[in-house]
């Protein structure tokens, strides 16, 4: 896939969810629901969010994605988030995984020990917890580096390359890594892109909104294009908004340009760091020089 | 009722929260929660949020208004809803039911069911919801048109009206359709307004702040009057908010509107689609032509 | 300590906040989360949001400070708040108490009584909250005034300053009052202070964003410091943001306000409303004149 395969990929998906206005519904955490829901209805998708067991594993049966945000896991997520990631999984529907908190509780280190079986078609986090979850399903060694604190990531996105392809080859989807830098993989190609603002890590929820965003194209591309779109998109409307130097405001004209941004203007926008890695070999199981 | 007697209501609905400000508790659902407390504030109202099941049944009997939204339900619901629901039709207190997601699970419409003993004085929903609560009243029939896709609406305002007069008839409050053109009807008088803004769909949380502003009228109005207070300072704000034309300014701009509008604004502003029907005729449990 | 030593441990608390960039968890409720999220980030500190108590036990044992905000009690409380009490009382990390909607069910009753045993560090609440929390713990008498409505004060300022002290002697920490003007004191050292504006009271959540941003002082400050910081904060960057003269501008132009403030600029603005008392005399357990 060359760059501008990919730029034109970009803008496809960027304009059939304007036209198709896909239901990405979430299982996501009570602090930033408005600014997921939001995000998610200003690219043109669709939001519904969710606890019930039943209802989660009805809607994972029938919805064109979905999104699974662990921050604020409730006691009743033991029952909740393993039906709903079974049947997404079963029902091959494209589903994200935001593994927010990983390590904080026996119940979290549980389900997310689980959702090795249940596959995520995408994993976004950030670097810390990409490691963490890497480490946890076995895919790198424990040596590996990478601490959490809080919701807060303690590693630089570079540092988390190997263990996010590592991800990728086993579900055979993609992960993107967020940071001042952001990394998509979908095992084979990786690439390093770059826009935004340092005022994303002054507002809560801009990672929580990524994922939920990266739901909505998941709707309508592959795992990789989905991936790479809502951080492209992200990137650009994060850099417009910029403009505001504050935080409120800025989220205000971060959600005003995400609902204006064409197909065309994503493409145009996309900044590649670097060139794009296609890896052509790996050995499951052994950590990757990154 | 002419329609000078309901422009001068709305006026009086609208200065008497201003001047009183009523508490209308709220169970709501917790993407939206923010939005409906600041809506409620905005229109000189007072919001609180709860989830116990004694301090909603506590709060049902003192409070002088009450809004139930069954967005994002959560295991102890099934607790809490059927106390709260019933401790409001044993005092009398004027609530709100806004029948979110209705259909999706098993508690969902078992808690609907138990609903129709206590009767809330206005519903609230899209046409779809509108229809489907009909529905699960036995107030149409199963052929009757209407299906939801997640939270949102599938079907036309005009569609329901038949379910929302038989709505209307049995609770003997009123109900509201929200949608394009708005729907208010107490079962014998019905009006379509209009005004507001695509924009309402492009943000989270329009139907539950409305649902919610709607229990705050309620604590000074009839049911009728409350109902299409609320519809109609929603839609003469949204009108004037989406002069921002992008969709998190436009929050901004409609709260801000909300905040500063006045009674004689209101009345004012006013917009009816067509005539006010005054239907003479009724057969209980029938379909209507609608 | 003089009115200069204060400004002067005003300006340095917001310094060290925006240097140290420390994270206090908060156990808050569901409608207020995002504001208070987005207030701790704007002064510079970390949040995190959590409600299973295994994991709230662990943040509480390493985080440099907590935030409890009593608002939207859900069932598990019963388990979560006590355990994460107790381990912050065990590890003397440093703890806001919002005893909001204090009265309103068995079970916020019972936790609250458990909560004299593990000392908050700093109480904030409005003058009703906070009598009727010094009630419970019968450090005034039963015949004491005030009431709560909802969550909303019944009560001014002043009335609750017998029991603020009567706290704060008991607990070794500090309690803010809350509203037209705010009371702060440390049992001995008592300063009422000015600024803000009654759109504070438009919005939701100030008083929730308050006690979240004054954990994130308290992890640099003394408990009279980090109260009286937050509070000052909050009245300088509430009177800058008063000339949005409308709501939900306010809110906007608040958070953009509080990103920006230095030190200097706080220790400039804090007004004192008339002298700082220094009680010298206190006999536990009796109503005071205020």
Redesign the interface.
């Known amino acids: 896939m060359t760059e501008q395969e990919i730029r034109t990929a970009l803008a496809q998906a960027v304009d059939d969810v304007r036209e198709k206005n896909p ?1 990405a ?1 979430s299982i996501t ?7 997921v ?2 995000a998610q ?2 690219v043109g998708g ?7 067991p ?2 989660c594993e ?2 994972a049966k029938v ?1 064109p994605a979905f999104y699974i945000n662990m ?6 997520y033991a029952e909740t988030l393993p039906h709903a990631a079974r049947a997404l999984c079963d029902n091959r529907t494209p589903w994200v995984l935001d593994p927010v ?1 990983i390590g ?5 280190t549980k389900i997310l020990s689980q959702f090795k079986d249940f596959k995520p078609t995408i994993i976004r986090g950030n670097a810390s917890e990409i490691i963490a979850l890497a480490k946890l399903w076995q895919l790198v060694g424990d040596n590996y580096g990478g601490q959490v ?4 990531s303690t590693e630089k996105v570079s540092s988390a390359k190997s263990a996010a392809i590592a991800l990728a080859k086993f579900t055979g989807g993609a992960v993107a890594v967020s940071g001042e830098e952001d990394l998509v993989t979908d095992g084979t190609k990786t690439i390093s892109c770059a826009g935004g603002s340092i005022l994303f ?5 801009s990672g929580c909104a990524l994922g939920g965003v990266m739901a909505i194209y998941a709707a309508v591309a592959t795992p990789f294009i989905a991936a790479l779109a809502a951080t492209t998109v992200f990137n650009v409307a994060g850099t417009t908004a910029a403009e505001a130097q ?4 800025f ?7 995400l ?2 941004l064409t197909g065309a203007e994503v493409a145009q926008n996309f900044r590649v760091v670097g060139t794009i890695d296609s890896m052509l070999t790996y050995n499951f199981g052994m950590e990757l020089n990154s």
Do not use: C, H, W
Request: net charge negative; aromatic share 8%.
């Open positions: 239901l519904p955490n009570t602090v930033t629901q408005d600014f829901a939001n209805l200003a669709s939001a519904a969010m969710l606890y019930l039943d209802e009805a809607m919805a921050g604020t896991t409730m006691p009743f908190g904080m509780s026996e119940l979290r604190r809080g919701v807060d890590t002054k507002i809560t929820g504050v935080p409120a405001s989220k205000v004209k971060f959600l005003d340009t609902y204006t």
